[in-house]
């Protein structure tokens, strides 16, 4: 088992759900362990936010699960990380703030650089605010 945080389009509901992904895949279903928050700042990439790992920034929010080992590449395609390539997204270890304790978890940050340009989520929760977004555009 892995311990994953996940902070944008593989949230419940959203359109990577990390449910559904491991059910399309034969995988068995991830366990949510609860909300969690990292420091950082989130940045709309359009149809995906990115994560700069930031410990003196705000709080960004998502949700801490046990995956199964089957489902951890499953991810890394999502995510476009290959071993040896330069991608976007990158698989780091970070402690997330849980229910008063910190815990290390598996995430998927961009770099700082990647960010030049783009949007920032102020709120630091991309499901609130893709869904505020969409709203407006309609």
Excluded at 21 to 34: D, E, K, N, S, Y
Excluded at 131 to 138: C, G, K, M
Aim: charged letters at 20%.
């Amino acid at each position: 088992m892995h311990r994953v945080f996940v902070y944008g389009t593989l949230r419940a509901g959203e359109v990577n759900d990390l449910n559904l992904a491991a059910a399309r895949h034969g995988i068995a279903a991830p366990t949510l362990v609860g909300p969690g928050v990292i420091a950082g700042r989130l940045y709309d990439f359009g149809t995906y936010p990115g994560l700069v790992l930031d410990a003196a920034a705000g709080p960004v929010a998502g949700d801490i699960y046990d995956i199964p080992e089957a489902l951890l590449p499953v991810l890394d395609e999502i995510e476009e990380v290959y071993p040896g390539q330069a991608t976007l997204f990158v698989r780091e270890v970070r402690d997330i703030a849980h229910g008063g304790a910190m815990v290390p978890c598996l995430l998927y940050p961009v770099a700082d650089s990647a960010v030049a340009g783009l949007a920032r989520i102020e709120s630091g929760d991309w499901v609130e605010y893709r869904r505020a977004r969409d709203v407006a555009a309609a």
